[in-house]
């Protein structure tokens, strides 16, 4: 068992802290005063005010290590979700959270903030204006999924105001943003196999985009708000840019600022969907034998080709969430930041 020495509010824990999301979290996170313990199985990169731990979350010791005098962790740590690896993500999202919170009892951790995905409501029919209340998805699509869900569970059940630890699930969806590695570079290599040109159903299929400092505002808006008497213990909350746009238009100014033509004709949603059912069933079958990674997997062509954006109403009511980026201006940031992805480079 760990020496537990008083944790200071200022001192925190960003598992998952050199990925995407993680490393634009820490790097505010160290703007506003707070001291930072990264933890990852990989080191990513050197900031002052950071101190790295190195290890796999499903290591009780080595996260405990990464804990100490620590107030408040941000578990936003998760294998990516085109992995479509079942027991890995069983082995993450699931045994490995409920280490999280173990060692997070352990080391006499305050706060737990969970990065969840709005995803964990999604079955691939159309969702508008989604609010928090609307039941897991029963019939989850992808493993990605079906253990974000079980993650959520686990650690909103673990809210407990009797024994001081308080917990919050937020729930981004689709976050863009510099140094994504998902979004834009699956795009773009996409596009330059050709494969761009066409649109899955009518387009006219409205989506949640969210810039990443948006959903890092949410995180830390959630940290600094959680309080034995605040609504937020043990409570999920959508952040989003709260600007749904049309999913092709988005992916079409995306392409274009990086000199890749939009794309034009209309393929049937069911047509596709369905090819991608066959192709994610054959890339099962022939898993022993040959590993085939599908581009347009059942999920993709679901995000692709329904509505799904959510109500950030709780959150702008329980913590005063407002985006600070408006999309037009997340999206010119997004494409300036990839000058190697723009076409001829
Ligand atoms: N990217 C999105 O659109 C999106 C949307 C909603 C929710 N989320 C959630 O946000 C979180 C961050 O996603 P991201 O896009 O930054 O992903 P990412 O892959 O960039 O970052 C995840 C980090 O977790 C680390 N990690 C993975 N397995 C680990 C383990 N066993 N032990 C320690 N560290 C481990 C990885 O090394 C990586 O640095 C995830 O929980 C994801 O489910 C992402
Ligand atoms: C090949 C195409 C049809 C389009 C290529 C772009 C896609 C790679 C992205 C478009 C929407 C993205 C998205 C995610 C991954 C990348 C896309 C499919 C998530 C599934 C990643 C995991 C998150 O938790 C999901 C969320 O709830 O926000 C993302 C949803 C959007």
């Not at 707070?34 to 900031?47: G, K, M």
């Not at 001081?164 to 795009?187: E, K, N, S, Y």
């Amino acid at each position: 068992m760990a020496t537990r020495t008083r944790p200071s509010s200022k001192r925190c824990a960003v598992i998952g802290g050199s990925g995407f999301l993680g490393r634009h979290l820490v790097e505010r996170l160290v703007d506003r005063g707070y001291t930072v313990n990264v933890f990852d199985i990989r080191q990513a990169y050197e900031l002052p005010g950071v101190t790295f731990h190195q290890g796999d979350l499903c290591d009780r010791q080595a996260l405990l290590l990464a804990l100490k005098e620590v107030s408040v962790v941000f578990h936003c740590a998760s294998p990516a979700p085109a992995s479509d690896d079942r027991a890995l993500f069983q082995r993450v999202n699931i045994d490995g959270t409920r280490t999280v919170i173990q060692a997070c009892h352990e080391a006499g951790v305050q706060k737990l903030i969970l990065t969840s995905s709005a995803s964990v409501v999604f079955e691939g029919t159309d969702i508008k204006n989604g609010r928090e209340d609307l039941p897991y998805a029963k019939k989850p699509i992808d493993y990605y999924t079906e253990t974000k869900i079980v993650q959520e569970k686990l650690v909103l059940e673990a809210c407990s105001k009797e024994k001081g630890f308080l917990t919050v699930a937020i729930r981004p969806h689709g976050i863009f943003g510099p140094r994504d590695p998902q979004l834009v570079p699956i795009l773009i290599d996409t596009a330059r196999r050709g494969k761009m040109k066409f649109i899955i159903g009518d387009g006219s299929n409205l989506v949640d985009f969210t810039y990443v400092e948006n959903v890092v505002h949410g995180h830390i808006l959630a940290a600094e708000h959680l309080k034995a008497d605040s609504p937020l213990c043990g409570q999920a909350y959508h952040i989003t840019n709260d600007e749904p746009v049309r999913f092709w238009d988005f992916m079409s100014q995306i392409l274009e600022g990086l000199g890749y033509s939009a794309p034009r004709y209309h393929l049937p949603y069911t047509l596709v969907y369905g090819i991608a059912l066959l192709l994610w069933l054959m890339a099962l079958v022939l898993r022993p034998l040959i590993r085939i990674k599908p581009t347009f997997t059942p999920m993709r062509v679901a995000l692709a080709g329904t509505h799904h954006y959510y109500s950030c109403a709780r959150a702008k009511k329980d913590m005063g969430y407002q985006p600070l980026v408006p999309l037009r201006e997340a999206i010119v940031r997004t494409v300036e930041s990839y000058p190697h992805l723009r076409k001829g480079a």
